[in-house]
T-cell receptor, first 113, second 114 residues
Framework: NAGVTQTPKFRILKIGQSMTLQCTQD?????MYWYRQDPGMGLKLIYY???????DKGEVPNGYNVSRSTTEDFPLRLELAAPSQTSVYFC????????????FGQGTRLTVV | AQKVTQAQTEISVVEKEDVTLDCVYE???????LFWYKQPPSGELVFLIR??????QNEISGRYSWNFQKSTSSFNFTITASQVVDSAVYFC???????????FGTGTRLTVIP
């Protein structure tokens, strides 16, 4: 059982480039989330999805886009990368936040130079 | 607004010592859930415990114990007889019932010295 899988694990982008962070879960969870973790900080919610075709903004959505065409996949798109987007990105999934813990991926360390 | 404060940025203890990690939260809602997560050096987030606002019973799981006190809005985490493998960053988090955003504290980095 793979759980939540994120790719890539590491990436260096140049300013202005675009990329997609991939996230896949095999637990048939309805809820999926993207967080970013800056050094010395807690995680902040970028976007979330409560099911296929439904997404919504979190605390820090600017500069990002998401889509949820299937239950399994929840890619995060960075358009026109900026140094402020240098961070570690975590994808998570859960059947429902309240009644269970969230399962997190291993994270993607992104550096924008 | 919701907020989670972990005032201890870094703690170092010698192996076998007990250590308590503090977590203070703020919310005006009466129904919510509190969590603790562990982030070892490898970077992944590992779920440790979830507690709902109606359950103030303390919980013990092996060397880990949690003290939830609504009167002081605290959800502290104690590791008894610490081990080197406990070295990690520990995050406390809060979510309101019906909400979708898990609010994280800034984390406490625990270093257990052999």
């Amino acid at each position: 059982n793979a759980g939540v899988t994120q790719t890539p694990k590491f990436r260096i982008l140049k300013i202005g480039q675009s990329m997609t962070l991939q996230c896949t879960q095999d637990m048939n969870h309805n809820y999926m989330y993207w967080y970013r973790q800056d050094p010395g900080m807690g995680l902040k919610l970028i976007y979330y999805s409560v099911g296929a075709g439904i997404t919504d903004k979190g605390e820090v959505p600017n500069g990002y886009n998401v889509s949820r065409s299937t239950t399994e996949d929840f890619p995060l798109r960075l358009e026109l990368a900026a140094p402020s987007q240098t961070s570690v990105y975590f994808c998570a999934s859960s059947p429902r936040w309240e009644r269970t813990e969230a399962f997190f991926g291993q994270g993607t360390r992104l550096t924008v130079v | 607004a919701q907020k989670v404060t972990q005032a201890q940025t870094e703690i170092s203890v010698v192996e076998k010592e007990d250590v308590t990690l503090d977590c203070v939260y703020e919310t005006r809602d009466t129904t919510y859930y509190l969590f603790w997560y562990k982030q070892p050096p490898s970077g992944e987030l590992v779920f440790l415990i979830r507690r709902n606002s109606f359950d103030e019973q303390n919980e013990i799981s092996g060397r880990y114990s949690w003290n939830f006190q609504k009167s002081t809005s605290s959800f502290n985490f104690t590791i008894t007889a610490s081990q080197v493998v406990d070295s990690a960053v520990y995050f406390c988090a809060l979510i309101l019932t019906g909400a979708n955003n898990l609010f994280f504290g800034t984390g406490t980095r625990l270093t257990v010295i052999p």
